[in-house]
């Protein structure tokens, strides 16, 4: 039998852009940590599959992030292809210069929604946080590249609870009057659900943010991130952001389960009839490959489905009445 059928819902855009976080956000936040060579192979696996966009990795300090240390090695290492973008993560101008030496065309900034997070995660408060991306974007900018405002706590916060959207509305906003040509709203603790997602990017695109410029980016804590994309894609968004094999999790979040596996997202846009140029089959090995360098299972759904033997495609037991 093949998986899944494909019945197309007209609702739902007809293609949709995978921005591939696995090598940086979901390498990042892995207790093993890989060795150049392993991440470049990664990489390159990740490029024969048909993504687009394949985020590489990070330009931060080594003592804050030791998982990505070897930015320059990786972005040296790596066969770049053509048809593939490669962006990488700058918190400051430092990472700017190291992201440019390494020839890299495309970079992402990160900043919160909400004051606790900025506060942890960056060392600064809400309202520094966007003096210190500013001059970032600008040069960035000036340079030619292409810059994607991340912001994380979009829809819950473990220090502070619930967000409202206004603030996070604000900030998306305050992104791209900066210069950022993308954002990706983060759901960074997997809390929300569907309904949230919705008026969200409704609030946002209403104050003048265009939808085509809006990306998402959820985690699987609660088992809502499939149908918050789902959510996201009935309002028009077209950027979706997940990790090969539900790669990473959130240090914040010590139950969450990682990134939306971008094996269940093909899965789900195949079935939808929504194009995306990425060989499942392909996306598969690669995940199964990665398991065995990390020593630990991926918590993807459709990787678990389709590389054990008790996936329905290949069943291993005589249906019967009474099942
Ligand atoms: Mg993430």
Known sequence: MTLPMVVRDDSLPTAVTIWEVGARDGLQNE????????KIEFIDRLSATGLSIIEATSFVRADRVPQLADARDVMSGIARRDSVRYPVLVPNERGLDGAMAAGVADVAIFASATETFAQRNLGRSYGEQWDMFAP?????????????????????????????????????????????DSLSLGDTIGVATPGQVGALIGRITDRGVPISSVGVHFHDTYGQALANTLAALRVGVTTVDSSAGGLGGCPYAHAATGNLATEDLVYMLDGLGISHGVDLDALISTSVWLESQLGRPSPSRV?????????????THRITMEE
């Open 136 to 180: 970032v974007v600008q040069r960035a900018r000036a340079a030619g590249l292409r810059v994607r405002g991340y912001l994380s706590m979009c829809c819950g916060d473990p220090w502070e609870g619930p967000v409202d959207v206004d603030r996070v509305a604000e900030a998306a906003l305050r992104l791209q009057e900066m210069g950022c």
């Open 303 to 315: 990787v678990r489905a389709r590389s054990s033997s008790s996936g329905v495609d290949t069943p």
């Open 31 to 38: 207790a093993t940590i890989l060795d150049a060579s392993t």
